[in-house]
């Protein structure tokens, strides 16, 4: 495992962020079952779609990062 060093924390602090894919759990925006999704830290920021696990319906990520260097996950119906 290697650690990335990503803008900074509060008062100018680096955060540092791990390389490995986190594992978070998000509700589907269709079914409001909760998922298990793999989160990959080179997604930072990025968009991108991914198919419920249970409903099958197309989720909309969006891959962020809290204050404390976890990545999170902010999901919404496919705007399609």
Known sequence: RRAIMTGTGQAGELISVDRALQESYVDCPYCWESICVLL????L?????EDCQVCCRPIEFLVTQDGMGQLAAIVTADSE
């Open 45 to 49: 920021g990025e968009q991108y779609i």
């Open 40 to 43: 990959n830290p080179e997604d």
